[in-house]
């Protein structure tokens, strides 16, 4: 992460930030493990349709979510999606929902919970449905890396401060090392996007750039579809 993407403080510059935590003992590096998933975090129309409350201007990070999820494919790597989908009336999605209104864009009937054309899942890929912000939270998805041997979660998706972050940190607390794909990941403010990307690789994650997310999958050798 480039020590352009830390935010200053009204406290600490962005270089005395970035030396204020080290000194702290935060940001030890992770090292990936030899078994990496992704997991894309809803990557829902909602984030990128004007119409709607949640739009959030990420059309780039978009770009990147297909470029990786490309690359992972490539790969030969799990691959898991997740998406939202609530009751009409929120009820599943308790005080998640009460808190945070703009989730009836997820609601069963809305068309801005669908996915971003091209990051829908393959049928070979799964699919997690989710109700509140953490992908592992009341879901399966920690079973299945584990039943896979996955050691390494490569985290893309929206929002980096929302259920990216959520998942980030419920990725560490599982025992898998989460790397965050910088370019990747989006949010509706850029100041919040880059404090969150600090702030998770202080100290829960690694937060890598895309080519050199692309260039780690590249090494790896996808599995023989021969016989």
């Known amino acids: 992460m480039s020590e352009t993407s830390a935010p200053a403080s009204p406290r600490l510059g962005r270089a005395e930030q970035a030396t204020d935590y080290a000194q702290a003992g ?3 590096e992770l090292l990936p493990g030899e078994r990496p998933a992704l997991v894309l975090v809803d990557p829902a129309r909602a984030y990128i349709d004007t119409d709607c409350a949640l739009y959030a201007g990420v059309e780039e ?13 490539a790969a030969g790597i799990p691959v898991i999606v997740t998406e939202v989908r609530l009751r009409r009336d929120g009820a599943d999605a308790g005080i998640f929902f009460r808190k945070a209104g703009t ?3 997820f609601c069963e009937g809305s068309p801005f919970g669908e996915f971003i054309d091209g990051l829908a899942p393959l049928p070979d890929e799964l699919l997690v449905t989710k109700k509140y912000a ?3 939270f009341g879901t ?3 079973s299945y890396l584990t039943s896979l041997r996955i050691d390494t979660v490569f ?3 929206l929002s980096t401060s929302g259920c990216v972050r959520a998942t980030a940190l419920d990725t560490m607390q599982h025992g898998f090392i989460p790397i965050v794909v910088e370019e990747a990941v989006g949010d509706r403010d850029p100041a919040i996007h880059h404090a969150n ?3 998770m690789q202080q100290k829960m994650a690694e937060v890598w750039s895309l080519a050199r997310t692309q260039e780690f999958l590249g090494r790896l050798t996808a599995p023989s579809t021969d016989g």
Not at 61 to 73: K, T
């Open 26 to 28: 935060f940001g030890q």
């Open 140 to 142: 399966s998805l920690n």
């Open 197 to 199: 990307l600090f702030d």
């Open 134 to 136: 953490s992908a592992f």
């Open 61 to 73: 990070n978009v770009e990147a979510m297909r470029a990786l999820l490309a690359s992972a494919r």
């Open 155 to 157: 985290l893309a998706g």
């Open 103 to 105: 989730l009836k864009a």
